[in-house]
């Protein structure tokens, strides 16, 4: 490439990126956004539940589970939005579970389960206005349970994902609130604090 081709090359890729610096400036509409949110009923509290009712079968009643108490799905989120319609990003979700394992009225230990996900994601903002806003988000990626009992420590990884089909969030420019339907690790439902910016 001679020196000609080179400065050719520099002042078109100077010229645009000042296009791109002016259209991001004149955007009505934020291109980065962080969330926080607390949920109801996550995958992860769906197969506790199977699993104790596996356990509880295969011992014929031996083992139950009491004092069963779960802590989230608490989670974080990020979206970069190239466009107004269009958000990409991720998802990390944290959730706890702490029950009794008892034979009859003897307790046997203390089950504590922990369960850190992160999911690569997508959201899809079909109304958008400086106070208001419906979407819908998608999420796929891992959870790993980090399993306590007995004295003795196990870790699991497995699949997961989050499927928002109805989201809702209201407030300024910059600070939301909103709230979800759907299904996944963040839970059939959940509501949040979201930021702009």
Not at 82 to 88: A, K, L, N, R
Request: with cysteine; charged share 20%; hydrophobic share 40%.
């Amino acid at each position: 490439m001679t020196d000609n081709m080179r400065k050719k090359l520099l002042m078109v890729l100077v010229a645009l990126m000042s296009v791109g610096g002016v259209q991001a400036q004149s955007d009505d509409f934020c291109h980065h956004e962080v969330a926080v949110s607390y949920g109801a009923a996550s995958n992860s509290q769906w197969i506790n539940a199977f699993e104790h009712i596996t356990t509880v079968l295969v011992t014929a009643g031996g083992v139950k589970y009491e004092n069963e108490k779960f802590t989230g799905p608490f989670s974080v989120e990020y979206f970069y939005h190239p466009s107004s319609m269009i958000g990409v990003g991720g998802i990390f979700v944290y959730g706890k579970n702490s029950q009794d394992v008892m034979s009859g009225s003897t307790k046997l230990d203390e089950l504590t389960q922990a369960y850190y996900t992160l999911m690569p994601a997508v959201k899809l903002d079909w109304v958008h206005s400086r106070s208001f806003g419906v979407y819908s988000k998608f999420g796929v990626g891992a959870t790993i349970r980090s399993e306590k009992y007995d004295d003795e420590s196990d870790n699991a990884l497995h699949f997961n994902w989050q499927a928002s089909l109805l989201g809702l969030e209201v407030g300024s420019r910059q600070i939301r609130v909103f709230g979800e339907l759907g299904v996944g690790e963040q839970g059939i439902i959940l509501g949040g604090l979201r930021y702009k910016f």
